[in-house]
């Protein structure tokens, strides 16, 4: 099986239908902390609709358009990095991320952004990663300018949670543009 170590203990690897218990109880820990920031964390609200998240992203997989990792800590399931659209024909991917709290601060979704950009532009030849998040979702625009991103714009009043209209930064690495080597951030 697939998986790439990130040093302290962590790991990615692909999170696939089988794990639903797993990501169920994991979402469970982080809800609070992803929901504002992730459409479906409040969605998987039961085992069942676990599933049903996991099983769409193996099929967006199998027709190479997402794809779903999770990043486990000490044998623990703590996050993970997403590519929420995956577009080969047109060379773009948007890429999103989440963790739970007691993983914080280590520098884990960096580290697995990274390895993930790095597959994408590198391997799979395409031209350009977004990462799109909040203004106020700081720790997120940090990981996106760690990556070497840059700021696009904003789209205004973009994103609807809990019936407030939010806007939304738009962060891009471009196959030409310069990357940080995973040494340069791996204590961030």
């Known amino acids: 099986m697939f998986s790439a170590e990130l040093g302290d203990g962590a790991e990615l690897r692909p999170l696939e239908p089988w794990q639903a218990e797993e990501f169920f109880a994991h979402m469970e820990r982080a809800r609070a902390t992803v929901d504002p920031w992730i459409p479906w964390a409040s969605v998987n609200a039961d085992p069942e609709l676990a599933r049903a998240t996991l099983q769409r992203y193996a099929?967006?997989?199998?027709?190479?358009a997402g794809r779903?990792?999770?990043?486990?800590?000490?044998?623990?399931?703590?996050?993970?990095c997403m590519f929420v659209a995956f577009d080969a024909k047109a060379g773009s991917a948007e890429m999103g991320v989440w963790l739970e709290p007691?993983?914080?601060?280590?520098?884990?979704?960096?580290?697995?952004?990274?390895?993930?950009?790095?597959w994408a532009l590198d391997t799979r030849g395409l031209h350009r990663v977004e990462w799109r998040c909040r203004p106020d979702n700081t720790?997120?625009?940090?990981?996106?300018?760690?990556?070497?991103?840059?700021?696009?714009?904003?789209?205004?009043?973009?994103?609807?949670?809990?019936?407030?209209?939010?806007d939304t930064e738009v962060w891009s690495l471009v196959a030409g543009d310069p990357r940080r080597p995973p040494e340069a951030f791996a204590e961030q």
Do not use: C, K, N
């Open 59 to 64: 099929d967006l997989q199998a027709r190479d």
């Open 68 to 80: 779903l990792y999770g990043i486990w800590l000490d044998g623990t399931l703590v996050g993970g």
């Open 102 to 118: 007691a993983a914080q601060g280590r520098g884990l979704i960096t580290r697995a952004a990274r390895l993930l950009v790095d």
């Open 139 to 166: 720790a997120s625009s940090a990981v996106a300018r760690r990556l070497g991103m840059r700021l696009d714009g904003v789209l205004r009043e973009s994103y609807p949670f809990r019936g407030v209209r939010h």
